[in-house]
């Protein structure tokens, strides 16, 4: 089968979850189109990438020339499949008028959106043929904002579980970052912007440092945020960035604790990386977190926006000693039940051939 992949520019979770999903499905034929520089690593054999710019905001003319220009290239195409609102503007529209049937898969809740963000989300609730939400938190969102339940499927992301062992990794891990094996860890990434809460950790960490002084905060990731959290964790020698994180997997093996303090969150990767290597995890209890975590079962959600409820989460997981326990062997079994690539890959397939197969039999 021939899909056309769109993606809205993109760092982190959502790019990671493209490379995946192509990878997981040798059997179809990948055009992908982002912007420059999006796939970091060799294409697999199935993937085409040509460069294609995607604004960040919405611009009606420069929006209408690449619909143009995506409608006129779309050739042998059998489904677009968009990723982001913006990328949906474009790709789902522009196969509408080309009469290809189109997937939307949202990664974040919409919240708050402006008068021309709703209108133009109208547009492409429209012209999709099936929306994908990442979470029911994202789904809810989309709800509310007017898009057709009959058109949207939840599938959550998925993971490669061969890449996230579970606690293998942790002396090596520890190792490689010269940290002290007996030294307590907290560990956070992600994309460094607002929405993540990063700025929270200073604070939170200075309450966890009165029960263990000698802790370590490390931080990784890129992004708009990157120099102010740089200013606000300078303040204690033990806390690192530790920039562009290229092996998540042995990266928040080094941590006692993930630290997820986001404000608003789809689903999050990193929680589910987290939970299938084994680390307990502290997580905002927002979105898809609440999901994710099975309501607390899975790991310990908090009041989001709060240092302080973010620190007695780490304090209790020191603590209590909580790796390697029951919490984490069950965090591990409901990844492997829920949230595998296998998973994920495969309900993304089925809804390829579902639309492809509609759209043959209306054309008959």
């Not at 143009?68 to 042998?76: D, F, K, M, V």
């Not at 789904?139 to 007017?146: M, N, Q, V, Y």
């Not at 959550?156 to 307590?184: C, E, M, T, V």
């Amino acid at each position: 089968m021939d899909i056309t992949l769109v993606v809205r520019p993109s760092a982190g979770g959502i790019r990671q979850h493209v490379q995946w999903l192509v990878e997981a499905l040798p059997s179809c034929a990948f055009t992908l189109r982002a912007n420059p520089g999006f796939w970091k690593n060799s294409l697999p054999k199935n993937v085409s990438f040509v460069p294609f710019n995607i604004r960040s905001s919405t611009h009606p003319l420069i929006d209408y020339k690449a619909i143009r220009e995506l409608r006129s290239e779309l050739g042998n195409t059998q489904v677009v499949h968009a990723h982001g609102v913006r990328a949906g503007l474009i790709g789902c529209i522009a196969a509408r008028q080309a009469n290809i049937p189109s997937i939307l898969t949202v990664h974040n809740s919409i919240t708050n959106a402006s008068l021309l963000q709703k209108l133009a989300l109208q547009i492409v609730f429209k012209s999709s043929s099936v929306i994908i939400a990442v979470s029911q938190a994202v789904a809810d969102s989309l709800l509310k904002l007017g898009a057709p339940n009959s058109s949207i499927q939840v599938i959550g992301n998925g993971i490669p579980l061969h890449s996230f062992p579970y606690g293998r990794l942790r002396d090596k891990a520890r190792a490689a970052l010269n940290l002290p094996q007996q030294a307590h860890v907290v560990i956070a990434l992600g994309r460094l912007s607002p929405e993540k809460g990063f700025d929270l950790l200073s604070e939170s960490m200075a309450i966890v440092r009165e029960t263990y002084p000698d802790s370590f905060l490390l931080l990784g990731g890129t992004g708009t945020e990157e120099s102010k959290l740089s200013l606000l964790l300078e303040n204690h020698p033990k806390n690192r960035m530790c920039g562009y994180i290229d092996n998540p997997a042995s990266f928040l093996s080094a941590g006692d604790v993930v630290v997820i303090p986001s404000r608003t969150e789809g689903q999050s990767l990193v929680a589910l990386e987290a939970m299938a290597l084994g680390i307990p995890v502290v997580a905002s209890a927002v979105g898809g977190l609440i999901e994710t975590f099975g309501a607390g079962r899975y790991g310990i959600l908090t009041e989001a926006e709060s240092p302080k409820a973010v620190a007695t989460g780490i304090l209790k997981i020191l603590h209590d000693d909580i790796g390697n326990s029951e919490l984490t062997k069950s965090a591990r079994s409901y990844v492997e039940s829920t949230y595998s690539l296998d998973i994920m890959s495969n309900r993304v397939s089925r809804v390829y051939t579902e639309i492809a197969e509609r759209k043959n039999a209306t054309s008959r």
